[in-house]
């Protein structure tokens, strides 16, 4: 075996083992020790966060709960009546005067799916702009709007039927738009002060 340039080679005598040739001769030296790999290192398994742990995760989900909660609000009654055995119910939808549409309820509604959209963008990390990033606020601003309004026109219709001899009060959907308003907003706000945190936590 014919060997010029100085490195561990096999032994002409005992092809089984490394020997070091020097350039020159053959040398004496320890065989080199084997290269060991390193440990392929194992994932963690993720666990469910906690809100301490992952506020975003949690916060964003709760944007999408609150998005639920105001679309099935809108399709829930807002107001009732009743009289002996007869009840009526108005949803968002049937705002306007003897039951005519109105556009508070495809308002509501789509400010609710607006929510329900922002909150899974925000947790599959889909990319988008800082005017949508905060629109929770937005939108559970302008249902707080719609919301307020009607509040005002169900105190008035239900004081003319409680006048004459009926029974009117603020229907269930009314009040779960509002349990997903209120969530959407806080939400919202969770949201930018993590960011904040976690802005200035890089900087630091």
């Not at 080199?32 to 742990?53: D, G, K, N």
């Not at 916060?59 to 002996?84: D, H, I, Q, R, Y």
């Not at 004459?164 to 907003?185: E, K, M, N, P, Y």
Request: net charge neutral; charged share 10%.
């Amino acid at each position: 075996m014919s060997v010029t340039e100085p490195g561990w080679y096999p032994d002409p005598n005992d092809p089984s083992v490394q020997r070091y040739f020097n350039g020159t001769a053959w040398t004496d030296l320890p065989t080199p020790p084997p290269l060991i790999s390193a440990p392929a290192t194992s994932r963690a398994v993720p666990t469910s966060a906690t809100f301490e742990e992952d506020p975003r995760t949690v916060l964003c989900w709760t944007v999408a709960a609150s998005g639920a909660l105001v679309a099935l609000g809108a399709l829930l009654p807002w107001m009732t009546a009743s009289s002996g055995f007869i009840s009526i119910s108005r949803n968002a939808f049937q705002m306007g005067a003897r039951e005519s549409m109105t556009t508070d309820g495809p308002i509501v509604l789509v400010l609710g799916l607006i929510l329900v959209g922002i909150g899974v963008a925000r947790l599959t990390n889909t990319a988008m702009p800082r005017f949508v990033q905060r629109s929770p606020i937005i939108a559970g601003l302008g249902i707080g709007v719609v919301l307020g309004y009607d509040y005002h026109s169900i105190h008035q219709w239900a004081a003319s039927l409680n006048s004459s001899g009926a029974l009117g009060s603020v229907g269930a959907g009314f009040w779960v738009c509002c349990v997903g308003d209120v969530l959407a907003i806080l939400a919202g706000i969770g949201l930018m002060s993590s960011e904040r945190r976690a802005k200035q936590a890089l900087a630091a």
